[in-house]
């Protein structure tokens, strides 16, 4: 395993306390296990959210605390789901009267410890709401897409929420909000290379020299195609067919794009992804608004991209365009 | 050699392309291949900061063209100086009457280039000025500082240059701020695995599977030392005694440090270099100010890292806190 790290029991410990020195200004931890991130000081007078989710994914999950994004995040061990006490930790803090909102990806552990979380908070009388973020058009159809995993669209959901209640709507409409930019999220992924868990010591799977996988999951869960590298236009074609036939998308249609590495793609190749999706884009009259181009949502040094459309309208514009603050976010 | 591109032969017109698609606000090229990064339109009445230098670094070179930064960037092919063409275009775009300073790495040919673009630059009544950056302490000792290959320091250089610049300092001092910053710039890096040129379709070096190289340059150049993986903590100490042994940090010095990712090793690695480095320095009662932490100037695919540290005075801390508008640059 070749990685720069210390004693892999400490890993995640270790980034976060690094993340909270290089931005003190941004992040701070709350106990001595540094599993809960959170906003130096509560926001008050609005509607709290909250996120948490499996670690290795940096800016997802805990890299979007900020201003006018999350307030609170709980951190998990590496592709596992944090406690449901971290998660309640982060409830509390990001509770300032006015109730708060649990964004959850798709995942079994992460959704069963947010339902016991808000049980819980509601007992402390906190008002609480979830949304589940469920993109990946590659890890089921669209007549289950309530089982689909919640990848790199969660960047979208936070900011769409985050925005929401900065911008003083209540916890209803901050939820509703967020959903809307939950359903209009679609995603997919190629994969080039593993990643490798570090208690694991190996990667999590085997791919040839000069194979892809569309579809792959942020975990390495297994996509829907398996086949030999091919251009980055005929990739990104795929990728884009996948998301068209999942959602077709027209003239006058008006979409923000996140052009995604999962880690050790190097930028140069995110911006010819992007440079072929313009040009679809433009070809079929869609406007592209805003678009996202860099480290979003990654796997450790997984090598690969993936692709995240957000059909907008008035409202998920008018939100995407209120300016935040962490150090992962560029406003526009 | 796995790489998401198309033919080799287009990689740098094709990112490029990119680029100014994904940010059109920023970025727009000038003729019709895509070698002169400008911003969309000149900026009056003060100072043009250009650079120029071989592709595959991004953001280093043109990824820092914007506001507060450069106003024009020659683009070479990959790791290959640009032609004089291009970078005589960029002065002419960045001059509006108030001269031009050329930001120069320390490399043969990009040196050669830009001194007989400055000579052009005079005949047609431009004044101009160079800085050559040097920051990369592994490349020579300190004393024959003056043949170090230029580095991350690159990007210190392009914002107190561009802050000046826009300040309105005139061209004397707008130079003399950048030959401070210069000054003030130690680099050294870390290569875990090699870069591939696509035109090449090779890796540039062969590096055992757990095997590391500290002081390679970001065209993989030779470092100094090659050994066995050691924990990060080690690492970032051997990186940061290389840096002290050049130039000796102490109690109440004040400093900016950059930790750069090369291209594929995952932020949260980064940030395990940054929790060593941020505890040196508090130990050696070194203040950090404006800390960087992410891939800012890159090798492609290389894995590894490297440490920037610019020594400050009053002049470069307030030079580096005035706000710039890029895609890879985050504000205080």
């Known amino acids: 395993m070749k990685k720069l ?3 892999p029991s400490n890993y995640v410990d270790e980034v976060v ?6 931005y003190p200004d941004v992040y701070a ?9 959170r906003r130096t000081r509560a926001a008050k007078g609005k509607v709290g959210v909250v996120s948490g989710g499996g670690f290795g994914h940096i800016p997802v999950f805990a890299g979007y605390v900020g201003d006018g994004l999350l307030d609170a995040c709980a951190v998990g061990d590496v592709f596992a789901s944090p406690d449901m006490n971290p998660m309640l930790e982060a409830v509390r803090f990001a509770d300032t009267g006015a109730g708060v ?3 959850v990806g798709n995942y079994g552990g992460d959704r069963m410890n947010f339902d016991m979380t808000c049980e819980m908070a509601e007992m402390e009388d906190i008002a609480t709401a979830r949304v589940i973020v469920s993109d990946d058009v590659a890890s089921a159809g669209p007549d289950e897409a309530e089982k689909r995993r919640g990848v790199a669209g969660l960047v979208y959901v936070f900011k769409i929420a985050g925005a929401a209640a900065k911008a ?3 916890l209803a409409a901050t939820t509703a909000a967020a959903q809307k930019a939950s ?7 190629v994969a080039m290379s593993s990643c490798t868990v570090p208690q694991a010591g190996k990667p999590t799977f085997e791919i040839g020299d000069m194979e ?5 999951g942020i975990h390495g869960e297994p996509g829907v195609w398996r086949g030999p590298l091919q251009p980055v236009d005929a990739v990104t074609d795929t990728l884009l067919d996948h998301l068209d036939r999942d959602r077709p998308l027209g003239q006058g249609d008006r979409v923000s794009v996140l052009v995604n590495g999962l880690g050790a793609t190097p930028v140069e190749e995110l911006f010819l992804i992007y440079r072929r999706l313009h040009k679809r884009m433009s070809n079929a009259g869609v406007e592209i608004v805003h678009p996202m181009v860099g480290n979003y949502a990654t796997s450790m040094e997984m090598a690969g991209a993936s692709v995240t459309i957000m059909k907008l309208d008035g409202e998920l514009e008018q939100l995407l365009s209120v300016p935040a603050d962490c ?4 406003n526009l």
């Open 212 to 216: 892809i996988e569309i579809g792959m």
């Open 5 to 7: 790290i210390n004693d």
């Open 183 to 189: 359903n209009a999220c679609r995603s997919i992924g």
């Open 327 to 330: 150090p992962f976010w560029r």
């Open 101 to 103: 909102l649990c964004i």
């Open 17 to 22: 306390a690094g993340m909270c020195l290089a």
């Open 168 to 170: 003083g709507m209540d």
């Open 29 to 37: 931890v709350d106990g001595e296990t540094a599993r809960i991130l």
